[in-house]
């Protein structure tokens, strides 16, 4: 492949997986001004690892988890991988960028693994075995992770529902 | 897994999937931002792999000539590209150039600009102070692009992210340069950036707070690491 078709071939995945990555790394941090940092740079490595990423059967879970990942240090680094207090919810009503809080913070409480497989499971819609190859870990091991993951997160937001609707 | 709960699966699927459809996704950056830092990880990691071979001789060569620090403080060059530790600046095909700081290290404000001279930006780099013209020049935004884009003309950026300054000299108005200040404060340093005339101009070592009054911008970052650590 030349450098200008590869360099083509580029632009085309970005162009079309920009706004989708973006979407999913900004529901999965809960900040879109830190999400696009994070997506921009792992389009850079995708970019400088193009031979490769092109390749893969999942370019676009390729960029969020390499996202994800460049955003995983940060988190730590703050001590924010741990579930939200509950400024952070209001202040996530605030930034008027389309993010659900509600969705959001439910997502945020779930420990980081579970929360990889429902990104790369519900929101980019791979098969069990494409997200257990990008995790590096068995399909059965996926499968626990999804079915814990979304019995958590259908008691959150059914916990937030009721909330909600009590203080109507 | 019984029916009802299948059920209530897909129903949270499609919930969870529903809640991305409102989100609003700001505009792609450049894809030659991108490709520029994407480059700049290449040459990290192939310099990475030269110099795991090269080290050991030239650390042994230090030492018999006693020049340990010379070697700690010359930048790496290849086409086109400038490399030290404090920033990456990669001039392109097109003219423009691609400017990434490492906010971690101490900015050295001379090497930078006779670097950016070298490609063709003509730029007045200061520790602890502040170039600007009264009234500022025209044409600041088409001179220089960010990445992170500043909002108001400021940004903060969160601790690890490297800020991307693109720069197009031949867009700069005949008579001005680039002022660009540094200043170390607490608990962050903070770079301004607005153009100047370069026969018109006052210094200050009070940093500008709020945002540039003009066309400019500001950022930001957190302190670099002491020396040493």
Redesign the interface.
């Known amino acids: 492949m030349g450098v200008s078709q590869d360099?083509s071939g580029?632009?085309d995945f970005?162009?079309d997986s920009?706004?989708p990555c973006?979407?999913?790394v900004?529901?999965s941090t809960g900040s879109?001004?830190?999400a696009?940092?994070q997506v921009?740079?792992a389009?850079?490595?995708?970019?400088?690892s193009?031979a490769k990423v092109s390749r893969h059967p999942a370019p676009r879970a390729w960029v969020v988890r390499t996202a994800l990942n460049t955003g995983a240090?940060?988190w730590r680094?703050?001590g924010r991988e741990t579930p939200l207090a509950n400024h952070d919810i209001a202040a996530s009503h605030s930034q008027g960028?389309?993010?659900?809080a509600v969705?959001?913070t439910a997502l945020r409480r779930l420990p980081a693994r579970q929360r990889q497989v429902?990104v790369l499971r519900?929101?980019l819609d791979l098969d069990i075995g494409t997200t257990a190859r990008q995790l590096g870990i068995a399909p059965g091991t996926v499968r626990a992770h999804q079915?814990r993951a979304?019995t958590a997160?259908?008691r959150e937001?059914a916990a937030a529902r009721a909330t909600t609707e009590m203080e109507r | 897994m019984n029916d009802h709960e299948q059920m209530t699966d897909s129903v949270l699927t499609r919930e969870l999937r529903q809640s991305l459809t409102g989100i609003t996704a700001p505009q792609r950056p450049p894809l030659e931002t991108i490709t520029a830092r994407g480059r700049a990880h290449r040459r990290h990691r192939l310099t990475g792999i030269a110099g795991l071979s090269a080290a050991g001789v030239a650390a042994g060569a230090a030492l018999v000539l006693g020049l340990t620090g010379v070697l700690g403080s010359a930048p790496a060059r290849d086409t086109g590209t400038i490399r030290t530790a404090a920033f990456i600046l990669v001039e392109h095909a097109n003219g423009t150039a691609t400017l990434t700081i490492n906010p971690t290290e101490l900015l050295d404000t001379a090497a930078l600009q006779n670097d950016l001279r070298h490609d063709g930006i003509r730029a007045l780099v200061t520790s602890g102070s502040f170039c600007s013209s009264d009234p500022a020049p025209d044409g600041f935004s088409q001179v220089v692009s960010f990445y992170p884009p500043p909002r108001s003309g400021f940004v903060r950026l969160p601790k690890g992210l490297r800020p991307t300054i693109t720069f197009n000299p031949a867009a700069m108005p005949a008579g001005t340069e680039l002022s660009f200040g540094v200043f170390q404060l607490t608990p962050h340093q903070q770079v301004d950036f607005v153009l100047v005339y370069t026969s018109s101009y006052t210094c200050t070592s009070t940093p500008p707070s709020g945002g540039p009054q003009g066309p400019g911008a500001l950022f930001q970052v957190d302190p670099p690491n002491p020396a040493g650590s």
Not at chain 1, 43 to 48: H, I, L, P, Y
Not at chain 1, 97 to 100: A, E, K, R
Request: charged share 25%.
């Open positions: 360099k580029f632009a970005f162009a920009w706004e973006l979407t999913v900004a529901a879109m001004a830190l696009e940092d921009a740079e389009f850079a490595r995708a970019w400088a193009w240090s940060w680094r703050r960028n389309g993010l659900d969705v959001l429902i519900v929101f079915a979304m997160l259908r937001l």
